[in-house]
């Protein structure tokens, strides 16, 4: 059963991949440094307050070349990052649990993760720091259980390519050096302290990374201020009820990834609970599956890294594992008690998963290639485009995949009018003159077919100047009007 599940959702991941949705202005400015930079181009920070891990970058510089500049080129690494994944979470159950039944339903429940399948086609490294940490956690429990050359060596390159693929990798390095230290102060075992070689080999490629490309950069204020003002850092004073607020809406908000639900999550904390306390006795269980959880609350608390969803879905297969774990000893209990309810604990949040990954795959966010191409359909050599700012990246990306919107030179590009005073509105408003087109995306909705306060402003300043709406053409969070005297 638990593997028509996991089938289901690679059926289900393929159908979302060859949706071929449109990129986001986040994916957009970082696909567009991707195309337009060489690879050492790529080693400088990044135009747009772009930020990426440089084997990322590269590797997708490496398929674009190879491959194509299409939008689904650059979301092949996420994609096939999220089916290992798949793979991966399945071999750290068995490593940790020895039970295939644990194994299962975590690769099932992973698999559905609505969360994790909108990240795994999305041009950023999300799904590829999944992927990894999951190699680097198992690399290292593969070299506890044979304590051998051969895999002693894997972990060593894994522990080192490691932290030019991913940013969160030092996270999981720094956690499995603590667990290192406790285990060899426990066991005084020789292959422990062997197992120091890999994370000093990691820890230097680190510090290599570190010089190179984050030391000095030139983001690191605006991101720091960003995540501030977004609640993503702990407050400093540890006496404050501020603190323990934030604390516990990390926490609910790490939990409510697992079940994409804002009344379900207390559930699968129970059932960590229950795997937790079942496992007292395994410390590797507990420590190896909990530490990057705290060690990435302590830096949120130093200011070192943002905790938010997208930040923290490398540690969705952790909570997910304790969670199966939970469900599975319940079960287990139940049946041996003869009380017939224990399925359901199966079937619950693998159906709640599917359910919710059902209704919304595939994944819209800001579908303006269907805008822009009924604007190519419909749209005079005389025309004048006007951009609006956060539709830039990914209108530039598509451009050449339109021709007659490509063909043209008269294009506006627009600035920021959100939060703007009066003045700024109407001096972008002067800039508009004749026939004009303009083309809206990653917008203040309600939702996304609602008129955002930036097109109504546009709509009713225009109206009284004598224009009306030729052309419209309304698709998920992206809009294009045709306005004419």
Known sequence: MLYCFIGFSIVLSFFNFLSFRSLTLDEA????????????????????????????LFIEKCVVTILGDSDWCLRLLPYLSYLLSIVLIYKLNRL?????????????????????????????????????????????????????RKSLFYYSVIAILSIWLS????????????????????????????????????????????????????????????????GAFLPYDVFSLDFYQSLFLKVELLFKTVLVSKRLWLISLLFVLIAIITSLKKDKIILVLLLPILVHLGLSYFKLYPFDVRLVLYLVPLLISLISAGIIFT???????????????????????????????????????????????????????????????????????????????SIIWGN?????????????????????????????????????????????????????????KTNYGSTVYKFVK
């Open 167 to 230: 940013n969160i990798s030092i996270i999981i390095l720094f956690s499995i050096g603590l667990f290192t230290l406790y285990s060899f102060y426990k066991n005084k075992k020789q292959e422990v302290l062997k197992a120091s070689l890999p994370l000093m080999l990691g820890l230097g490629s680190f510090c290599i990374y570190y010089v190179l490309f984050i030391n000095n950069h030139p983001t690191k204020a605006m991101m720091v201020d960003y995540w501030g003002k977004a």
């Open 331 to 409: 079960y287990d209990y139940l049946t041996v008690k003869n009380i017939k309810i224990g399925v359901l604990l199966v079937l619950f949040p693998l159906v709640t998963s599917l359910y919710i990954a059902y209704k919304k795959v595939p994944v819209q966010i800001e579908e303006i290639k269907e805008s822009m191409a009924y604007m190519n359909t419909h749209i005079n050599p005389k025309d004048t485009i006007y951009v609006y700012y956060s539709s830039e990246p990914a209108f530039l990306f598509y451009k050449k995949n339109y021709p007659q919107i490509d063909a043209l030179n």
């Open 96 to 148: 940790l649990f020895k039970s295939s039944k644990i194994a299962l339903l975590a690769s099932a429940i992973f698999s559905l993760n609505f969360l994790v399948l909108n990240y795994s086609i999305e041009v950023k490294q999300y799904s590829t720091d999944i992927f990894t940490s999951l190699l680097l956690i198992i690399s290292f429990l593969n070299y506890l259980k044979q304590s051998n």
């Open 416 to 472: 920021g009018i959100r939060g703007r005073d009066k003045s700024v509105k109407e001096v972008e408003l002067s800039r508009l003159s004749g026939d004009f087109w303009m083309l809206f995306s990653h917008l203040d909705q309600k939702g996304p077919y609602d008129v955002s306060p930036e097109e109504a402003y546009f709509i009713k300043n225009l109206k009284t100047k004598g224009y009306r709406i030729e052309h419209q």
């Open 29 to 56: 400015m970082l696909s567009l440094n991707i195309l337009d930079h060489s690879f050492v181009e790529l080693l400088q920070p990044l135009d747009r307050n772009q930020v990426a891990p440089i084997g990322f």
